[in-house]
Structures are given as structure tokens and as C-alpha cells.
Nanobody, 127 residues
């Protein structure tokens, strides 16, 4: 069993920045690839970014490339999502997720690659 707790969401103006954090507990953190997903009202959940167990591989959605950065600190059992140059269309509930079956250097991007999900944190970008 893995527990996830996100933090860092909030209200920000377009062009601003936020950093989301997700702390995991339950098993050694380096066992997991980690991902961030988001879901806007009336829309399906979509992939944002992921990072491999080693931290050496990352994957990003085209919509956030160059603006968002995912990172992890295995000593703190935490994954981060630094979000810069935010746009109103980034408004959504952001959730972190754990993939327990990934290889050391794999950064998966499909929803069904992930086994555990956090509750989510709201990010609202005003225009």
C-alpha cells in the first residue's frame, strides 16, 4: 500500500509559477516511477509529466514542455512539479501517481501504468 499527499496548489495569475509537491509513504520511494496528471472540469484525466525511478528519465506532455519540470528527491520521498509560465488552460486538479511496475529508467505516461493515486490539488490560473 502506498499513500500520497500532494501540496502546493493555489490561485495564480497567467504567467506566474507554482511548485507542486507529492510525498509518498508505504514503501521505499526509489521502487516507483512517479507521474503527474491533471483533470479539468468536464474533461478526461490527462498526462502531464513523469519521472523514472532513477530520476534520469523524464517524459512530458507536449502542452507543458519547456514550461514544467518534474523532479524527485528520493531521500525525502517526494516528487515535485515546477510549473512556470502558467496559462489559464493549465487550470485543473493535479494528482500525483505511483507506478510500481516500471523499469529503472522508464518514465511511463499512460494512466493504466499507475497503481496508486493522490487526492489531488487544485491549480487555478487567472487571465
Amino acid at each position: 500500500q502506498v499513500q500520497l499527499a500532494e501540496s502546493g496548489g493555489g490561485l495564480v495569475q497567467a504567467g506566474g509559477s507554482l511548485r507542486l509537491s507529492c510525498e509518498a509513504s508505504g514503501r521505499p520511494f526509489s521502487w516507483y516511477a512517479m507521474g503527474w496528471f491533471r483533470q479539468a472540469p468536464g474533461k478526461e484525466r490527462e498526462f502531464v509529466a513523469s519521472i523514472s525511478r532513477s530520476g534520469g528519465s523524464t517524459t512530458y506532455a507536449d502542452s507543458v514542455k519547456g514550461r514544467f519540470t518534474i523532479s524527485r528527491d528520493n531521500a525525502k520521498n517526494t516528487v515535485y512539479l515546477q510549473m512556470n509560465s502558467l496559462k489559464p488552460e493549465d487550470t485543473a486538479v493535479y494528482s500525483c501517481a505511483v507506478s510500481t511496475g516500471s523499469a529503472w529508467s522508464q518514465a511511463p505516461l499512460r494512466v493504466y501504468d499507475y497503481n496508486y493515486w493522490g487526492q489531488g490539488t487544485q491549480v487555478t490560473v487567472s487571465s
